[in-house]
Nanobody
């Protein structure tokens, strides 16, 4: 069984930075890619960023391009999301997910999910 645990969320001001981490345990040998999604209050869950475990392929939502960076540490089974220049619109619960193939932003393709970590951005 696969377990994903997110960490690093918190409350910050606009313009600040946060680094989220996702620890993956279990049948990690089957995993090919990881992604971050987020869900703001009253909104549907949306794609944020994805990465192939070898780090050679990444994809970002337009809204975070240039501000967020996804990185994989496959030796430690960790995926990080560095979030810079945070905006109030980034307020959401952030979830990491894993898949056995490249799915990009295609949410149904991700098979295992973490419980989420809250990010709140306000002045």
């Amino acid at each position: 069984q696969v377990q994903l645990v997110e960490s690093g969320g918190g409350s910050v001001r606009p313009g600040d930075s946060l680094r989220l981490s996702c620890s993956v345990s279990g049948r990690t040998s089957d995993h090919y890619s990881m992604a971050w999604f987020r869900q703001a209050p009253g909104k549907e869950q949306e794609f944020v960023a994805a990465i192939r475990w070898d780090g050679e392929m990444t994809l970002y939502a337009t809204s975070v391009t240039g501000r967020f960076t996804i990185a994989a540490d496959n030796a430690k089974n960790l995926v990080h999301l560095q979030m810079n220049n945070l905006k109030s619109d980034d307020t959401a619960v952030y979830y990491c997910a894993t898949a056995t193939k490249w799915n990009g932003s295609y949410r149904p393709g991700y098979e295992d999910w973490g419980q989420g970590t809250q990010v709140a951005v306000s002045a």
